[in-house]
């Protein structure tokens, strides 16, 4: 098992350009989740989707949007990337049914000029 | 909502000291408690959890202790090693399946 995969593992953006982030992950795991690692800030979760066909926001959601694609990927847009979006993002998973262990991926570090 | 409250922000011990890094949780009805190792340029993983029905649990070099009454939790490292040093989570969850994390520690471990 692969586990959490995320692509791309690290990207420069303009001010303004568009991108997704991609999630995937092949533990079959319901609960998918997208958080931002800021220093000093710990994780903040920005979206999240508690089974396939749901999302719901986050504590900082604003100038995101997401996709729960299927059971195993869920995306992350950036729609118009500002510089305060400069940050490192993990994608992780939950099984649920009473197993709350979150695995994460190996993040995507984004720079926003 | 809950509010998790971890310290120190960053801690330095010698190898072979013990390492203590205490988390406060404000929601009564938080009965899942994880912690997380971060290694740097990796993601958070998880090294031990502790559920309410439990005062204490250990794992080798590992243990954390869990008291309801005055909403707080600990993790204590004996014998650290300089491969302990990391960034280091707590997060407190109530079955919803949205946990809250702390801001993180940063242990260093001096050889």
């Known amino acids: 098992n692969a586990g959490v995969t995320q692509t791309p593992k690290f990207q420069v953006l303009k001010t303004g350009q568009s991108m997704t982030l991609q999630c995937a992950q092949d533990?079959?795991?319901?609960?998918m989740y997208w958080y931002r690692q800021d220093p000093g800030m710990g994780l903040r979760l920005i979206y999240y989707?508690?089974?396939?066909?749901?999302?719901d926001k986050g504590e900082v959601p604003n100038g995101y949007n997401v996709s729960r694609l299927n059971k195993r990927e869920f995306s992350l847009r950036l729609e118009s990337a500002a510089p305060s979006q400069t940050s490192v993002y993990f994608c992780?998973?939950?099984?649920?049914?009473?197993?709350?262990?979150?695995?994460f991926g190996p993040g995507t570090r984004l720079l926003v000029l | 909502g809950e509010n998790v409250e971890q310290h120190p922000s960053t801690l330095s011990v010698q190898e072979g000291d013990s390492a203590v890094i205490k988390c406060t949780y404000s929601?009564?009805?938080?009965?899942?408690f994880p912690w997380y190792k971060q290694e740097l340029g990796k993601g958070p993983q998880l090294i031990i959890d502790?559920?309410?029905?439990?005062g204490e649990k250990k794992d080798q070099r590992i243990a954390v202790t869990l008291n309801k009454t005055a909403k707080h939790f600990s993790l204590h490292i004996t014998e650290t090693q300089p491969e302990d040093s990391a960034v280091y989570f707590c997060?407190?969850?109530?079955?919803?399946?949205?946990?809250?994390f702390g801001r993180g520690t940063s242990l260093i471990v001096h050889p």
């Open positions: 992780a998973s939950i099984l649920a049914g009473g197993q709350e262990t979150q695995y």
């Open positions: 533990m079959n795991h319901n609960s």
């Open positions: 989707s508690a089974s396939e066909g749901t999302t």
């Open positions: 929601d009564s009805a938080s009965n899942y």
């Open positions: 502790i559920r309410s029905n439990v």
């Open positions: 997060a407190a969850s109530g079955g919803s399946y949205i946990p809250t």
